[in-house]
């Protein structure tokens, strides 16, 4: 059962350089979330997606792209890579919360992240 | 807004101490309260949960409580193992999960 698979693990990318950060699951979840963390600031939310065709920002969409074509992947794109966008990024999936659950929100499952180098 | 305010880290203890990770928030309405673990090199896992006030959410050892009279979720476990070192997150979700918000995280080491 794999999960939440995240590729790749590292990169090392040069200011101003593109690249597409990829998130799979096979869960057939319909929540898909990117998070950055960052050391003393927890995870931050990017982006978001409710389903495929559908996204959203999160708490610090800048520099960052995302689409959802399909139920399992979620990719994200830095269009041109800055130096404050080093991080180590995650991404999560859940089922959205079930109809009668009132106030019940699905915990998330995480993939093992990608740790991300710009210089 | 929603927010989520957990107590800093490191936390150093010799193993079979008592631990426990403060926890706090601020929300509107009924969110859910988690606790992730984080372990080197790895993504987060939850931990445990709890859906509603008085609820006490439990996995490993590990216990919670949702006091929404203080608006805390502390985390406690009567005897730490080494094992246990790692990150710990507390995180809230409302309206259907929908942008989770953790605290900054807290490191725990544990000796031997």
């Known amino acids: 059962n794999a999960g939440v698979t995240q590729t790749p693990k590292f990169q090392v990318l040069k200011t101003g350089q593109s690249m597409t950060l990829q998130c799979a699951q096979d869960?057939?979840?319909?929540?898909m979330s990117w998070y950055r963390q960052d050391p003393g600031m927890g995870l931050r939310l990017i982006h978001y997606?409710?389903?495929?065709?559908?996204?959203d920002q999160g708490e610090v969409p800048n520099g960052y792209n995302v689409s959802r074509s399909t139920t399992e992947d979620f990719p994200l794109r830095l269009l041109s890579a800055a130096p404050s966008q080093t991080s180590v990024y995650f991404c999560?999936?859940?089922?959205?919360?079930?109809?009668?659950?009132?106030?019940?929100?699905?915990?998330?499952?995480f993939g093992d992240g990608t740790r991300l180098s710009i210089l | 807004g929603n927010s989520v305010t957990q107590m800093e880290g490191p936390v150093t203890l010799s193993e079979e101490a008592f631990l426990t990770i403060n926890c706090t928030y601020t929300?509107?309405?009924?969110?859910?309260l988690f606790w992730y673990v984080q372990y080197p090199g790895e993504g987060l896992q939850l931990l445990l949960k709890?859906?509603?006030?008085?609820d006490k959410g439990s996995n490993k050892g590990f216990e919670a409580t949702y006091r929404k009279e203080t608006t805390s979720f502390h985390l406690e476990k009567g005897s730490v193992q080494v094992s246990d070192s790692a990150v710990y997150f507390c995180?809230?979700?409302?309206?259907?999960?929908?942008?989770?918000?953790f605290g900054a995280g807290t490191r725990l080491f544990v000796k031997a």
């Open positions: 999560a999936s859940s089922p959205l919360a079930g109809a009668g659950e009132r106030g019940y929100n699905q915990p998330q499952h």
């Open positions: 869960m057939n979840h319909e929540y």
């Open positions: 997606s409710v389903g495929a065709g559908i996204t």
């Open positions: 929300a509107t309405g009924y969110p859910s």
């Open positions: 709890a859906t509603k006030a008085d």
């Open positions: 995180a809230l979700s409302k309206d259907g999960g929908f942008k989770t918000i």
